[in-house]
């Protein structure tokens, strides 16, 4: 029995980060015992004599509650070198400071609108160059390299689309052109996929979302396999000075103690509000990658152990007034930015996270009007779905009540 228990439980440690694994690899503090990591709240550590001290001189550098979170990072991405930032850009921008002057990268199309902010509108200024291509297509991903591209940037599932993306066949593709693969691993988070076994280079995390879990901080993250890289990233951290604060340090690790727990609930919700929302009257399309008529569905089975907590999805009356509508109306979905929270959010990509990009780009990639995102957090599922349908209801109802107002004013 006991041996049954053992063996179902290392067979799904293989399968997932689980809450035991996590757990595990939080220290005991070895000077007083403190179960809960301490947050050396300093800036400074008093040498012994120039040069000789403990392991830390300043902590722009090195400190030890960041440290700690480093290290947990580095085991939940199966890597070998953790780094936590102060949010996902900073992290972002790291990255883009191991290029030059005439490097271009390859980017997945529909990408995080802080993203294409900071490639555009102030790396292209430095002389990168960014190549935007539907990372879904292989063909087309091989067709876009140049001999000058360096690095390959890739989310999946994407924002606000969840677009999936073959993560092992890009690196393969990134690797055999001399470019580095990184992954925008934020939406699934390393309880659904860990890319760095996928064959990435690097995995960021805006730490902000599911690995904080508690929508009460901004954080980010880079961890990498290869040790000189790793280093090198290290570096530029260090250089640039973009890094976590030890109370944010905290937090994230007192998130990370209840990350599968919570991604477990959150993708069992989101995939029965997908169902729910698929087969709704007022809806046109919905965007998850655990339903069958998403169109990466194999992709996203084959490399994710779950399907996320974001759905996304298009009103039939594809316009702001509706979905402006709608948003009013829910009441446990609050509207605001940010995902991946104990609390349900909602939001209006177009109006809201990606009105940095053009709106051209945006109608190209789907995002339209009438295209809401969702955020499933840890109310219980059916309260969520009743939520939404009285939302929808509360919708037919005044779309049909302008319709009636219109005729009798005719
Ligand atoms: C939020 C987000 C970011 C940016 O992270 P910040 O912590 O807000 O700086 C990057 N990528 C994705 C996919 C995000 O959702």
């Given at each position: 029995m006991f041996n049954q228990f053992l063996f179902t439980l290392f067979n799904s440690t293989k399968e997932m980060s689980t809450s035991t694994q996590i757990l595990g690899s939080i220290p005991v503090?070895?000077?007083?015992?403190?179960i809960s990591v301490p947050i050396y709240q300093t800036a400074t550590f008093v040498q012994e004599a120039p040069g000789i001290n403990k392991g830390y001189d300043y902590s722009r550098s090195g400190n030890p509650t960041r440290a700690t979170l480093e290290t947990i990072l580095a085991q939940l991405e199966s890597g070998t070198t953790g780094l936590a930032f102060a949010s996902g850009l900073a992290a972002i921008d790291t990255v883009l400071k191991l290029l030059k002057s005439g490097d271009e990268i390859l980017a997945v199309d529909d990408i995080y609108g802080g993203a294409y902010r900071l490639f555009t509108k102030v790396y292209e200024k430095f002389g990168i160059k960014v190549n935007y291509v539907d990372t879904t297509d292989l063909e087309q991903v091989a067709r876009?390299?140049?001999?000058?591209?360096r690095l390959v940037w890739l989310e999946s599932?994407?924002?606000?689309?969840?677009k999936v993306s073959d993560i092992k066949a890009i690196a393969q593709l990134a690797h055999s052109n001399g470019a580095l693969l990184c992954v925008d691993n934020t939406f699934a988070s390393p309880v659904v996929q860990k890319p760095l076994e996928l064959g990435a280079d690097i995995v960021m995390h805006s730490a902000t979302k599911y690995l904080g879990g508690h929508s009460d901080l901004i954080a980010g993250a880079l961890v990498t396999r290869d040790e000189e890289l790793g280093a090198q990233l290290k570096f530029l951290q260090n250089a640039g000075g973009n890094i976590l604060g030890p109370f944010d340090s905290w937090l994230i690790i007192r998130g990370l103690e209840t990350l599968t727990l919570r991604i477990k609930q959150q993708c069992a919700s989101a995939l029965a509000i997908a169902q729910y929302l698929e087969q709704h009257d007022a809806i046109e399309s919905v965007y998850y990658p655990g339903l069958e008529s998403h169109p990466n569905y194999e992709t996203a089975c084959r490399q994710q152990k779950g399907f996320g907590g974001i759905i996304s999805f298009r009103l039939k009356e594809d316009t702001q007034e509706a979905a402006g509508l709608f948003l009013k109306q829910t009441r446990l979905f609050h509207l605001a930015e940010s995902l991946g929270g104990v609390k349900s959010l909602c939001c209006l990509p177009c109006e809201m996270t990606h009105k940095s990009v053009p709106r051209e780009k945006c109608l190209e990639t789907g995002?339209?009007?009438?295209f809401i995102r969702l955020s499933v957090g840890l109310e219980e599922t059916e309260d969520l779905i009743a939520d939404l349908e009285q939302a929808l209801q509360g919708l037919n109802h005044t779309v049909a009540a302008v319709v009636e107002e219109s005729l009798a004013a005719c």
């Open positions: 503090d070895p000077l007083t015992g403190a876009a390299f140049t001999a000058g591209t599932p994407t924002n606000p689309t969840l995002v339209t009007d009438g």
